[in-house]
């Protein structure tokens, strides 16, 4: 029989916990194959809602003998996390772990569907409110439902994983092999950046992830513990940090420069022809391009043989002329299409082609270079 630690991370949660505990266990009795421990990792809560976990499990062992209470100072959820994940490794030897918010919003009749999941092969089971299926409150504020969703289409892009819709949720079942790999990674995030971190080092592990769509409810009891503003900028940082997408967009953004400088030094200082000019400072920019993205934006990838660097600039090169290609297409289409006219933004006026090229260089030619880069150039090892 496979064993599971369902992880409970409680501050404050004296209203909600006790019921939380007997749902899942409701839920449990009617698992075959599992065997599921509850671990309460409370960050002593001036509540007593570890007292009440000790409690509930003295007034009858046998009942409550996989309920198990650990307490840890409060250092937010990461930290209460990894203190759950160490000791149910050490302990208990799972094959999977969840994670759970202990305040109802979740809810434990999805437990088996997690498992099913896993049963059938992945690695990393994820919750998902916004896939056919999931929702959020419908009488959630505005800005938080902005704050969620667009949090985690920014997140989705940023690391150039549309399929996993859910980032930031916080319903989960991950194989042991999962969480022993990234414990060593994930000391230094704290709060909910914790759970990208936690997604983000699976997927370089080379997980299988797989959604299940949940249906998340606003806690009824007790005080939310999410200070909004402080979770989106810590969130944007990480991304910021930690995407090959965004450091290839600012790598192209150099790139841009290189070549319009040499352009411009060769034609008006060294009098070389347009045509050749423009050649030049575009091979010098692919080449700067590759090498800024080979040593920063896929460090994770890097080539380091001198006879692959060769090879790889001489791909890199195909897929830049791919590009090219795109351009010209798409520009020969939006003129006979669109035609070409003078724009106005207040008194400032631009011929349209201008925002065609814009355009197709952001939604087409951005993310075909990407894609192909990692699938031609930079292969995953």
């Not at 979770?231 to 600012?250: A, D, E, G, P, R």
Request: net charge positive.
């Amino acid at each position: 029989m496979r064993k599971a630690a369902i992880i409970l991370p409680t501050y404050n949660e004296a209203k909600n916990i006790e019921k939380m505990i007997l749902s899942i266990m409701s839920v449990s009795d009617t698992v075959n194959n599992w065997d599921i421990h509850i671990i309460v990792v409370d960050s002593n809560s001036p509540d007593n809602t570890g007292k009440i976990v000790e409690d509930l499990y003295n007034t009858n062992r046998k009942k409550f003998k996989n309920l198990h209470v650990l307490h840890t100072k409060k250092e937010g959820l990461g930290k209460a996390y990894l203190e759950g994940f160490r000791i149910a490794l050490e302990k208990l030897k799972p094959f999977v772990l969840f994670e759970m918010d202990a305040d109802l919003s979740h809810d434990p009749k999805k437990i088996p569907e997690f498992l099913k999941k896993i049963e059938e092969g992945a690695d990393f089971v994820i919750g998902s409110r916004y896939r056919k299926g999931g929702s959020i409150p419908s009488d959630w504020a505005l800005h938080r439902k902005a704050y969620s969703f667009f949090g985690n289409w920014i997140i989705r892009f940023g690391f150039m994983k549309l399929r996993i819709t859910d980032w930031t949720t916080g319903y989960r079942a991950i194989k042991a092999w999962v969480i022993r790999d990234s414990l060593p990674k994930l000391g230094n995030y704290t709060g909910y950046v914790f759970q990208v971190a936690l997604l983000h080092n699976a997927l370089i592990s080379k997980a299988r992830i797989e959604e299940v769509p949940i249906n998340f409810k606003d806690r009824k009891e007790g005080v939310s513990k999410i200070n909004s503003f402080q979770y989106i900028m810590h969130t944007l940082l990480y991304v910021l940090q930690n995407s090959s997408f965004i450091k290839f967009c600012i790598v192209g953004g150099v790139g841009f420069v290189v070549d319009f400088t040499f352009a411009y030094a060769f034609i008006h200082f060294l009098a070389i022809p347009k045509v050749l000019s423009n050649m030049m400072s575009a091979e010098i920019a692919i080449i700067s391009n590759f090498m800024f993205n080979n040593y920063w934006s896929f460090a994770h990838k890097r080539i380091r043989r001198s006879s692959s660097l060769l090879f790889s600039l001489l791909k890199f090169n195909l897929v830049s002329s791919g590009s090219v290609f795109i351009q010209g297409a798409g520009m020969w289409l939006a003129l006979n299409l669109l035609g070409d006219h003078i724009l106005h933004i207040g008194s400032v006026e631009f011929h349209s082609w201008i925002l065609y090229k814009v355009v197709i260089i952001l939604f087409i030619v951005i993310p075909y270079s990407y894609i192909f880069y990692n699938k031609f150039v930079w292969k995953d090892k």
